[in-house]
């Protein structure tokens, strides 16, 4: 005889042995027992949660010649006919090879006819979203208003997809995912029927990788049965050829201390291992996502499928991490899920994993929101600015902050000359025109171009001087972020101004007049510039 399936060998023959459903089952039964059938049920939810067999179920419950409590008896000649499969009235149609409006005509020209042998003639579309919408049409009189011995059975794992008016004619009945331990105690049970040794940590790991389906997790079961000895959470890892716990753990904390290097060669060893990097990246998008539900729910019970040590390690892991940067962390893996479709997988990982590491690779606003918070928090050092050691004969060149940008020298008119001797021994709050009056509607722009400068710009004031525009702002992240060769927001500033005022200035930075200068002493005011610069 020929090896049959886990899942079919075990498949529930009544509604009392589905797993995880008895919101449906209980209702099935009671309609079942007090007779009331109705003439068309949709059963919608995601794969393996048992809509099929349901299905099957109650083709054979309503024409049970003696059912037991709403369910098949299971021994009398139509149930066994139906379950051999010899039963013509029951009929199964696979809508996605069987969707064209050809097949549903045929459909229908066959309802008209009474059952052959049963009490009632039972069809079960399976994935029924896949009609086309003329296929649909051609259903929709017979749905609305079949014969009286016909049943219909329709069930999709994508109800969005359906038409209202197909929709608003069946009973509705959803699936949902089958609890953890519920999969985990059916793992055990067949294991036990089968003679397999089953580890409770593979038991779960089986059940996290099945994601509520019980067919899936059945499967899996099936390939690691093949395997010697004992079923253990390491050999559910090689037959699944994921990279498993220890693996994921390893790789966040490498993640958590910026070490590209490390990230990569730990990559590699599992690419060579033939770790399939789209389910690296699902399980590592899973990791990040634990671990922002850690983060976010004080005190547990957590909705997270693992063993209680690796419940443990993820609480630990999870101090590593603050909740902005795990948030940045899974869009960086979501976004790069849609590339792995026409990609090179390996190189799609080695990008989200090199951006994850290196903030400064990032150009979405919560990373950015993420790098500033870090900063404001003391947990990341801005890097060291070389000193300048001023010109002796020009003192004012020693003012030279890291958003001030060199301005070329131009030719100058004698008239322009005359002056120039009076205000370079003046800083630069001396040389000021004025506060920009206009200075508000720059910021507008800014909000448009680019939001997070105009945030940080709020409250704030400029100053035209020197062909610079002189900014005046209390917050601290405005430097941070205009510092450094990342041009993109001098230039959004820049841009702006040109736009409100006419002209293209270079920006610098708004310095008060101290008094020393105010007096006249050009050493008092020098002595000043030199604090200055030990501040910055």
């Not at 049920?41 to 309503?62: D, E, N, S």
């Not at 197909?166 to 036990?192: H, P």
């Not at 060579?272 to 922002?292: G, K, P, Y």
Request: proline share 4%; with cysteine.
């Amino acid at each position: 005889m020929a090896y049959q399936a886990l899942y079919r060998k075990y498949r529930p023959q009544t509604f009392s042995e589905v797993y995880g459903q008895e919101h449906i089952t209980k209702t099935l039964e009671a309609e079942i027992e007090s007779g009331k059938i109705g003439h068309a049920y949709l059963f919608t939810g995601t794969r393996g949660t048992g809509k099929t067999t349901c299905a099957k179920i109650l083709a054979r419950a309503i024409n049970c010649t003696a059912p037991k409590a709403g369910n098949p008896c299971g021994e009398c000649d139509m149930c066994r006919m139906i379950l051999s499969g010899e039963a013509t009235d029951i009929v199964e149609i696979d809508a996605a090879s069987n969707n064209g409006v050809d097949s549903i005509r045929e459909l229908r020209e066959q309802v008209v006819f009474t059952p052959a042998a049963a009490k009632y003639r039972v069809y079960i579309i399976d994935e029924v979203h896949m009609l086309s919408i003329g296929a649909f049409n051609a259903l929709l009189k017979t749905l609305e208003e079949p014969p009286e011995h016909v049943v219909f059975i329709l069930a999709t794992t994508e109800v969005h997809k359906l038409p209202a008016t197909i929709l608003s004619r069946c009973q509705r009945f959803d699936f949902r995912r089958i609890d953890t331990e519920k999969i985990v105690e059916r793992l055990k049970y067949v294991a036990e029927k089968e003679n397999l040794r089953l580890t409770d940590d593979a038991a779960m790991l089986i059940a996290a990788a099945a994601d509520g389906g019980m067919r899936d997790a059945l499967s899996i079961l099936d390939l690691c049965a093949g395997s010697e000895g004992e079923i253990t959470e390491a050999s559910v890892v090689s037959v699944c050829s994921m990279a498993g716990n220890e693996y994921l753990l390893n790789m966040a904390d490498l993640i958590s201390a910026r070490d590209t290097g490390g990230v990569l060669t730990l990559l590699d060893k599992l690419h060579n291992s033939s770790v399939d990097m789209n389910r690296l990246l699902v399980e590592l998008t899973a990791h990040f996502r634990n671990l922002m539900v850690i983060k976010t729910i004080a005190s547990g019970p957590w909705p997270i499928v693992c063993s209680k040590a690796h419940m443990a390690a993820l609480q630990n892991q999870a101090q590593k991490f603050s909740l902005p940067e795990i948030m940045a962390i899974l869009g960086i893996l979501q976004n790069s899920a849609a590339l792995m479709v026409d990609s090179n997988r390996r190189s799609v990982m080695e990008m989200a994993l090199l951006r994850i590491c290196t903030p400064a690779l990032r150009n979405d606003i919560a990373s950015l929101e993420m790098r500033i918070a870090a900063l404001e928090a003391g947990t990341v050092k801005a890097p060291a600015k070389p000193k300048e050691t001023p010109p002796a004969e020009e003192p004012e060149a020693a003012k030279a902050p890291d958003i001030t940008e060199s301005v070329k020298t131009e030719e100058k008119t004698p008239a322009d000359k005359a002056p120039a001797k009076e205000t370079a021994e003046k800083p630069a709050a001396a040389q000021q025109t004025g506060e920009v009056l206009n200075w508000q509607d720059i910021i507008e722009v800014l909000k448009t171009t680019c939001p997070l400068i105009a945030g940080v710009l709020k409250d704030s004031k400029a100053y035209i001087g020197g062909g610079r525009l002189l900014i005046d702002t209390g917050n601290t992240q405005f430097k941070t972020l205009v510092n450094g060769s990342n041009t993109t927001y001098r230039e959004a500033i820049k841009s702006a101004a040109e736009e409100v005022l006419g002209k293209r200035y270079n920006l610098g930075p708004y310095v008060k007049e101290s008094a020393a200068a105010a007096s006249g002493d050009p050493l008092a005011a020098f002595a000043d510039k030199l604090k200055i610069l030990e501040n910055d």
